[in-house]
């Protein structure tokens, strides 16, 4: 009866161990949601990569797209799949060990393809479906064939109007950033224009299962529903207003069904003559039932914006502790380099917030808000102003730079008029659409940029009969982005359109201008007669010809954009010291910073001596339970790993072109993978059509 005995005990012990050693190796872990979890904290408790090796990183796999251009996708992963889009806005899911494609799902074409930073996956029993935007239209996918699902409105697609009324038919409609998922429900970022008569920015919940809309939650309030009041009367029927939309994406608290949305600034951008007010519920994070939509709190960050102060990213779901007690709070991060943070459940600010004076507007009709919110702490983690000894010291014609400084407006919150403006934190951030990565200490850790712009407005100018031609429509919409010569201004993200005819063609640029991509909205009130003759101007083939007298539709926006100019020397460097970009590390159980480096080196700089400056940066930071902090983000074509307690860069990787997105990581089959979407061409980089995968080389 020993024997028996004795065998069981060393059955039982080797079980013991083999399922000691199974955890560790099958402990395999999904990437399931667009940044890492419903609550966007871009966090994994994975440990297998840590601070003592991660120098034995290295690639395992790239998978190539085939067609290369800006890639800002955060990979999912879900059951040993990897699902992503291309820079053509293809769907596709790799074998997320090796890379290779399984399949591929290209949506219908008519139109540039907008930049997609991700997907959503929702699956209830045997029901699973991706979710995915392109254009005007939310398809719905079959993740195991990549085919449409047909129940899901029509043919597997539904639009993104639906919810936003009759005039928003004509209107540019799209969406950069994946929707959020509550139970049979999704709630949809919208991408709308910024310029006058865009589409309302209304929030739309539309049914997983059928397509159909399940609520609105109306961003410019109509008679009888609250901030009503902080609108002129007729505001939410004016053509000319629009926007207040979610862009950035959203974080639900599932356990309380809240889904706290943040908001961007009505259009147009740059002017509010004819939306006097405060204009609730734009620039501000609002807090909904996930279920209904039905209001729950809010606070705007910025009062009536005339800046293009959005809110960038989605906010951060948190716990911290402050005064002994541990409290659930929502953290937004914000363009101007400021943090807000409030108790999750009733929007009580945790940190005291001032509402202090700010220059008044000088410009005929407008009428700037007389104060703005600024939080005391968490401490900005940007500069907020600069002065002549900041202007650069790197530039030969430090003289001509420090001029137009002089003779601009400067100032947080100093409204626009005809002279130059000094915007800084510039209008993609301090914090940008890549957002924050929080641990489970309550630690932020954000990117940010440190870019001085220069802003101004003009007045309109009504086109007469005679210069109704295609170059007059060209220079009243075109030109202050890509010049009367074409020639673009690549270092603040406008191409040049020289050698656009044998590039695009025509029918590819006409849906460029009605439509829009990437930071140029979409021109959906210039007709088709007007569109044509732009094209023609810019390829070479206008003809003698005189339209029809253009009709001004917005009469009361008497003014135009001057266009986004970055403030740069000679030799396209920021026209301000150093850094250019940075990565803090803040405490927002206190509200102090830890540390903060520069971020992103310029090599051509550093090899004279000089220390590293740091770069614009776009695309966010993963953080995890090893002790490491990862990024790319810089146009540098560089990935990083950063001890989190330090900000020490314990590793760096050159990447085959610049990763201007967030990081994803997974474990499978007893293996930890980190992937990072290339595609360059931001910032006038190169351009890139992979994604990478990394993992310990010893394993």
């Known amino acids: 009866m020993k024997k028996p005995l004795i065998s069981f005990v060393v059955l039982l012990g080797m079980s013991l161990i083999f399922l000691s050693f199974k955890g560790y190796f099958a402990g395999d872990q999904d990437w399931p949601e667009y940044l890492g979890g419903a609550d966007r904290n871009h966090y994994s408790s994975l440990t297998q990569i840590n601070t003592g090796n991660v120098t034995a990183l290295e690639p395992v796999w790239e998978y190539h797209t085939g067609d290369s251009g800006q890639v800002q996708c955060n990979p999912i992963i879900v059951g040993g799949r990897m699902f992503a889009i291309t820079a053509s806005n293809h769907l596709f899911a790799l074998d997320a060990a090796s890379g290779r494609e399984l399949w591929r799902f290209a949506p219908e074409k008519k139109g540039p393809s907008n930049v997609n930073r991700g997907i959503a996956y929702w699956e209830k029993g045997k029901d699973k479906r991706i979710l995915f935007a392109h254009l005007t239209w939310l398809y719905a996918i079959n993740p195991s064939t990549g085919k449409p699902i047909p129940s899901f409105g029509e043919g597997g697609r ?61 961003t410019i309030p109509l008679p009888g529903e609250r901030g009503y009041e902080t609108w002129p009367a007729d505001a939410y029927k004016n053509p000319a207003i629009g926007a207040a939309n979610n862009w950035a994406g959203m974080a639900v608290d599932r356990k309380r069904g809240i889904i706290y949305i943040p908001t961007g600034s009505a259009s147009f951008d740059f002017y509010g003559g004819n939306r006097k007010g405060e204009n609730l519920y734009a620039n501000s994070l609002l807090a909904l039932n996930a279920k209904t939509g039905e209001y729950i709190w809010h606070f705007q960050t910025v009062h009536h914006d005339i800046w293009d102060r959005d809110l960038p990213a989605p906010p951060n779901l948190i716990t911290i502790k402050k005064d002994g007690k541990s409290i659930d709070a929502v953290a937004q991060v914000t363009k101007s380099g400021h943090v807000f943070v409030f108790d999750r459940v009733n929007g009580t600010p945790l940190f005291p ?217 000679e030799k396209g460097y920021p026209a301000i010291t150093p850094p250019w970009g940075t990565l803090t590390a803040i405490n927002l159980n206190t509200g102090q910073h830890l540390w903060q480096i520069p971020l992103g080196e310029l090599k051509e700089l550093s090899k004279k001596g000089i220390p590293v400056t740091g770069t614009e940066n776009y695309g966010g930071p993963l953080v995890t339970a090893g002790g490491l ?71």
Not at 172 to 194: A, K, N
Not at 636 to 655: C, M, Q, S, V, Y
């Open 158 to 218: 539904v639009s993104l109007k639906s919810g936003l009324g009759e005039d928003a038919a004509s209107e540019f409609v799209s969406s950069t950033t994946p929707g959020t998922i509550y139970g049979d429900l999704i709630v949809m970022p919208m991408r709308l224009g910024e310029g006058t008569g865009s589409a309302p920015g209304y929030i739309q919940a539309f049914n997983i299962r059928t397509g159909k809309i399940a609520w609105v939650f109306k």
């Open 353 to 569: 917030i001032d509402e202090l004076p700010f220059p008044q507007s000088t410009l005929p009709g407008e009428e700037a808000w007389p104060t703005q919110p600024v939080p005391r702490l968490p401490k900005p983690f940007a500069r907020q102003t600069i002065t002549e000894n900041d202007i650069t010291r790197f530039s030969a014609k430090r003289d001509s730079l420090l001029t137009i400084y002089r003779n601009a407006n400067k100032g947080a919150f100093h409204p626009l008029d005809f002279k130059q403006t000094i915007i800084f934190p510039g209008p993609d951030g301090a914090a940008e659409w890549g957002g924050a990565a929080v641990d489970k200490d309550g630690i932020m850790y954000v990117n940010s940029n440190e870019m001085a712009w220069l802003f101004s407005l003009s007045k309109k100018s009504i086109p007469s009969a005679v210069a109704s031609t295609g170059k007059s429509l060209y220079l009243n919409n075109c030109q202050s982005c890509h010049k009367s010569d074409f020639s673009g201004n690549p270092q603040s993200g406008y191409p040049a359109l020289v050698g656009i005819r044998e590039r695009l063609g025509r029918t590819v640029t006409s849906n460029l201008i009605k439509s829009g991509k990437g930071m140029m909205p979409g021109f959906s009130q210039i007709s088709d007669q007007e569109r044509q003759a732009i094209i023609s101007y810019i390829f070479g083939e206008e003809k003698d010809e005189i339209l029809p007298v253009a009709k001004d539709e917005y009469p009361d926006v008497p003014y135009q954009f001057n266009g986004y100019n970055k403030f740069l020397d």
């Open 629 to 699: 902090l990862f990024i790319a983000a810089t146009k540098d074509n560089t990935f990083r790993a950063i001890d989190k307690k330090t900000g020490k860069i314990l590793w760096e990787h050159p990447l085959p072109a610049s990763g201007f997105a967030t990081p994803s990581t997974y474990q499978l089959n007893g293996k930890q993978y980190i992937v990072i979407a290339c595609g360059g061409t931001k910032l006038g980089m190169s351009k890139g059509d992979s994604y990478v995968a990394f993992a310990l080389g010893n394993l």
